[in-house]
């Protein structure tokens, strides 16, 4: 109530007594008050989700409207995965805002964005595995997934030489996008047969930035996108693994929703993130630093 009151500009007694009257016209309770918690009722649910789509209605016409002008104008809806939002879309949404001053942006970042109700976002930027086909997607950079592990932990354990061998590795998994992330599919990249890995993660969380980390610190195996550890690879402080085998890619790309992804301001925000996508940031320039080092042996760990 008081976060309402301040995105408002009124009082809080004053969003209270809006509330009341709100309830009184409509003769239903919008909100259960049960000691210091307010809980949306049924009926407040319902008022609120058809009330976001009058609002993005309204959004609509006003960028319709706005068109008319040559201007771009409007409220940008944005989700994005937790770090690749905080490293790469929130810096771009700062330039973005910076050429168009009349368009305001939300941006949200979540561990799993397709959970989010699609009447709250226009684009939603993902990596990875699309369970919904029905979504309209939109190339932006290509990402494939690397399977790397810090040179002290492959010094303790050995370098694998085939997937199979990391049964009996320390593996660490990343859990996002509702994924089946323990297991590791690998393709041969010359003739053969695939290899799937069913692994036993010795840790594994929601953020990819700590299981990178926990790479870092020689915990463990894992796979991770390439616009993550790029430059710990360039850098020696993660070795590729596999280099023969092939992860599923990644591929970045902008869903846009079906009510919004027409207005001006959605369309001008994805070009503005191909353009500073390409080429992609996180891959080194032409004639740049070189070829990462590859990991040294190749004998098969034995169980533990």
């Not at 029905?134 to 592990?149: F, H």
């Not at 010795?202 to 990819?208: F, P």
């Amino acid at each position: 109530m008081a976060d309402a009151a301040r995105k408002l500009d009124v009082t809080p007694p004053a969003v209270t007594q809006r509330l009341k009257q709100l309830e009184s016209r409509l003769s239903i309770r919008l909100l259960d008050r049960s000691g210091r918690r307010l809980v949306l009722t049924d009926e407040g649910e319902l008022l609120a989700a058809h009330a976001r789509r009058i609002c993005g209605d309204i959004d609509d016409l006003a960028d319709l409207l706005s068109s008319r002008r040559s201007t771009v104008a409007g409220d940008l809806r944005v989700i994005a995965p937790l770090g690749f939002g905080q490293r790469y879309i929130a810096p771009a949404i700062a330039g973005f805002r910076s050429m168009y001053p009349e368009v305001t942006v939300s941006l949200t970042l979540s561990d799993r964005p397709t959970r989010i109700a699609d009447d709250m976002w226009e684009l939603m930027i993902h990596i990875g595995e699309m369970r919904d086909s029905s979504l309209v997607s939109k190339y932006l950079a290509p990402n494939r997934r690397v399977l790397c592990a810090a040179p002290q932990y492959l010094t303790r354990h050995g370098v694998p030489a085939h997937p199979d061998d990391l049964r009996a590795h320390d593996c660490i998994a990343l859990r996002e996008n509702d994924e089946d992330v323990t297991m590791w599919r690998f393709t041969p990249g010359e003739r053969g047969t695939a290899a799937n890995v069913r692994i036993e993660p010795v840790l594994s969380s929601n953020d990819g930035g700590t299981v990178r980390d926990w790479a870092l610190a020689g915990l463990g195996v894992i796979v991770r996108s390439e616009w993550d550890v790029a430059e710990h690879l360039r850098a020696g402080a993660l070795v590729p693994l596999l280099e023969d085998w092939k992860l599923p890619d990644a591929d970045i790309v902008a869903l846009v929703n079906s009510r919004h992804g027409r207005s001006a301001r959605a369309t001008r925000f994805l070009d503005y993130l191909r353009e500073s996508m390409s080429p992609p940031p996180w891959l080194p320039s032409a004639g740049g630093e070189g070829k990462r080092p590859r990991a040294e042996g190749t004998q098969r760990t034995a169980a533990r």
